[in-house]
């Protein structure tokens, strides 16, 4: 090889790296995540120039990486040409459950122990409320509906009201209107306005309460669980002989206390 031609010169050229944002992360990953969140907070359907609209990016932006996400299958494209958050997502979302469950369960035992109820985790998935996580109370264990993977309305459960007291007042009526509101037991609040007034009763209070409307005999106190991604709550559960007023006065405090440590626990794991 002649020196005209050094190696060098006949190496390829080394590959551009991804842009960065501003933050020092890859555009276009944070994009896609802001894509993705956006069609989540929509209701998990959305028109393009709707999404553009609300990820304030720019159209052809938006085409070119929802086209990448539809050919991944994380987002699929309607017969309406509307698009939505794809199936490839549910098993990242099962799996994502399960550790939010496995960081808050020691957590979740302390607070089993010192109440001598159960506990329970749940989260908002879609129009429904769906269990994530229960710790037995081993002196006082009773079978109830509560049970990891039972999915349920929110409108009829203490952990349901907790979720819903922090969100948009609109958000929750799209949500009553699209479910509907029916009768789990003779105590189930089925009428719109009664529940919005329940709810204002909950964020004064600062938490919620089921007075046997998911189970008859069955009280249930519930918080929200600060901060999180995904609306989350916390609820202690047991007959209604044993979860008087009293209980629920002196639960409170500590159930809140166990929902800023499981808020911290995940701003640890993601950090």
Not at 152 to 160: A, K, N, R
């Amino acid at each position: 090889m002649s020196a005209d031609h050094p190696v060098a010169d006949l190496a390829e050229p080394p590959a551009l790296a991804p842009p960065k944002s501003a933050g020092g992360g890859v555009q276009s990953l944070e994009r896609a995540f802001a894509i993705l969140e956006t069609m989540a907070d929509a209701g998990g359907v959305i028109s393009l120039s709707q999404l553009a609209n609300d990820a304030q990016l720019p159209l052809p932006t938006i085409h070119r990486l929802v086209r990448t996400l539809v050919d991944l299958g994380y987002v699929r494209q309607e017969a309406s040409r509307q698009y939505s958050l794809g199936p490839r997502l549910i098993r990242l979302g099962e799996t994502t459950s399960r550790m939010v469950s496995r960081w808050a369960r020691p957590h979740m035992e302390r607070l089993a122990h010192e109440l001598g109820e159960s506990v329970n985790l749940a989260m908002l998935d879609g129009d429904q409320v769906v269990y994530i996580g229960q710790v037995m109370a081993s002196r006082n264990s009773m079978r109830m509906f509560t049970e990891v993977g039972r999915r349920v309305l929110p409108h009829s459960t203490g952990v349901g009201k907790a979720i819903m007291a922090d969100m948009d007042p609109e958000a929750v009526r799209a949500i009553l209107a699209r479910t509907g509101m029916p009768a789990g037991t003779e105590h189930t609040i089925t009428d719109p306005e009664a529940f919005a007034a329940e709810l204002g009763r909950t964020r004064e209070r600062g938490y919620a309460l089921d007075e046997g409307e998911q189970e008859v005999g069955v009280r249930c106190v519930a918080v929200a669980i600060p901060g999180s991604p995904q609306p989350l709550a916390l609820s202690v559960s047991g007959p209604l002989p044993r979860m008087t007023d009293a209980f629920i006065e002196s639960a409170t405090t500590p159930m809140h206390a166990v929902a800023a440590a499981i808020s911290a626990e995940m701003r640890g794991a993601t950090s």
